[in-house]
């Protein structure tokens, strides 16, 4: 039943980043996931510190409302004339650090350190229940990210057509009436929260792997927004299948094997994709040549 558990995280992890990794990727902004889950620190150690409990209702919260700090000193920065990268790099690492401090102060006693925080364990989500009324109604991480997934999934879909052409041609977006801003935080909010409830499973920096592995895979694959957010949940689901029993096998890190199994996907994908694979654009250019 551990093991019924333990895929139904990592798939559901996979669905939820992979579908919010889809936009990341094609709006260029793949580090932003990065700097989220990063700079979300800070906020869990202060809901932490407020509430006095690890419960995931008030990490998620405290995290999310980090998340859309973020974005917004990024957004602040860049208008300020500060290049992109150089805006994400300084505000992550700033938020970042000041967690590392928070967790370092006032936490060195309680179960919420560095290794729980940038790493966790997807082996123990079994055990980490929800209690209802005196009913175990299963692992608190299988709600969270459930939950997650199944907001990400109404917001994107009530919204598609917005999301699409903000993604794809801003301008246009804005020229139609389309709040661009407004859809730009909404995605960011949905990327927060992913990050959060997808913390207690398989940690803050491997999550970063779920949303833009996957969703750069799927885009190596197809050139269709709906058809790349499919590939990238199928990916994510295969990548958490896989990982987990290549884990048992090498006896490794359950989250860590997945991640490397998406990135073997993604090698793949780069190699062979049938419209933007190294070695099939190498055969058409000697196939090119001979004719």
């Known amino acids: 039943m551990s093991t019924f558990w333990v895929l139904l995280t990592g798939m559901l992890v996979a669905s ?28 869990i150690v202060i809901a932490f510190l407020i509430s006095g409990s690890r419960d995931s209702l008030f990490m998620l919260l405290g995290a999310a409302a980090l998340g859309l700090v973020t ?23 700033a938020l970042f650090a000041v967690g590392v401090v928070l967790v370092s102060m006032y936490t060195s006693k309680i179960d919420l350190d560095l290794d729980c925080v940038l790493y966790g364990e997807i082996a123990y989500v079994p055990w980490n229940t929800l209690h209802v009324g005196g009913i175990d109604i299963g692992p608190k991480a299988v709600w969270g990210v459930g939950t997650a997934l199944f907001l990400t999934i ?15 041609d801003p301008a246009m977006a804005a020229a139609v009436g389309i709040p661009v801003a407004l859809f730009h935080y909404l995605l960011m909010g949905l990327v927060s929260v992913s990050t959060v409830a997808s913390f207690e499973s398989v940690g803050v920096i491997l999550v970063v792997g779920m949303m833009v592995v996957p969703p750069a895979t799927a885009y190596l694959l197809t050139d269709k927004l709906g058809k790349m957010i499919v590939y990238s949940v199928l990916i994510g689901c295969a990548s958490s299948v896989l990982g987990y029993y290549a884990a048992l096998l090498l006896d490794a890190s359950i989250a860590g094997s997945m991640i490397c199994t998406a990135g073997v996907f993604f090698l793949i994908a780069l190699l062979f994709s049938p419209s933007h694979g190294v070695m099939v654009r190498k055969f058409r250019q000697k196939r090119s040549v001979s004719v």
């Not at 109404?154 to 794809?168: A, D, E, R």
């Open 154 to 168: 109404l917001v994107i879909t009530v919204f598609y057509k917005q999301f699409k052409l903000c993604s794809f």
């Open 16 to 43: 939820t980043c992979g579908i919010v990794g889809c936009f990341l990727v094609l709006r260029r902004m793949a580090m932003i996931g990065d700097a989220i889950s990063h700079s979300v620190l800070p906020g």
């Open 71 to 93: 974005v917004f000193l990024i957004q602040l920065f860049q208008q300020s004339g500060v290049q992109s990268d150089a805006s994400i790099g300084v505000v992550f690492t």
